[in-house]
């Protein structure tokens, strides 16, 4: 008899330690996104987007979309990647925006001012609006996996043309496949 409540017990606590463990399996993994927006114009005030698709940006997202269990965006950056202006041409004030695919429900990522185009040739980073990049982390995480981001604001000198790579890192917590 004790030795079948022995056995008992440990096969109980072998199946225990087997399920508390499962979160041991999860993927954790950290990857960046990219979003590239081309502004061109010859007025003051800009605007330009794009379609952040998720699923076609990382091999991850397309591998683990079903079973992703959380989606966390850890850091944001910008790179002027090509520049057809002035020396002193800059952005007066600019809003980087997340929306819903369709461009609905547009939230401010973050804001800049007094940024020079030809300085931003050298990556920065920016300070970010958590609820923003809640939202986006919300609109990776989801079927489709898009979202739309916006950059728009006003510059010093015209015409506008330029273009920036938004950086998103992120890290995901996906179930074991």
Do not use: W
Not at 98 to 127: K, P, R
């Amino acid at each position: 008899m004790k030795t079948l409540n022995i056995f008992g017990i440990s096969a109980l606590t072998a199946v225990l330690i087997f399920f508390t463990s499962c979160n041991k399996l999860d993927v954790n993994e950290e990857f960046e996104l990219k979003a590239t927006i081309e502004v061109q114009g010859n007025n003051a005030q800009f605007s330009g987007e794009e379609l952040l698709d998720a699923l076609s940006e990382s091999d991850l997202i397309e591998q683990y979309s079903s079973h992703i269990k959380s989606i966390e965006v850890i850091e944001v950056r910008y790179l002027v990647t090509y520049l057809n202006g002035s020396a002193t041409q800059q952005i007066n004030a600019g809003t980087l925006e997340v929306a819903n695919a369709d461009g609905s429900d547009a939230m401010v990522i973050s804001t800049v001012n007094n940024v020079n185009l030809m300085q931003a040739m050298t990556e920065g980073s920016l300070v970010f609006d958590q609820a923003a990049v809640d939202k986006l982390a919300g609109l990776i995480k989801s079927e489709p996996h898009q979202a739309m981001i916006y950059l728009r604001g006003d510059v010093n000198e015209t015409p506008v043309d330029f273009t920036v790579v938004v950086k998103f890192k992120v890290k995901m917590v996906a179930e074991v496949i």
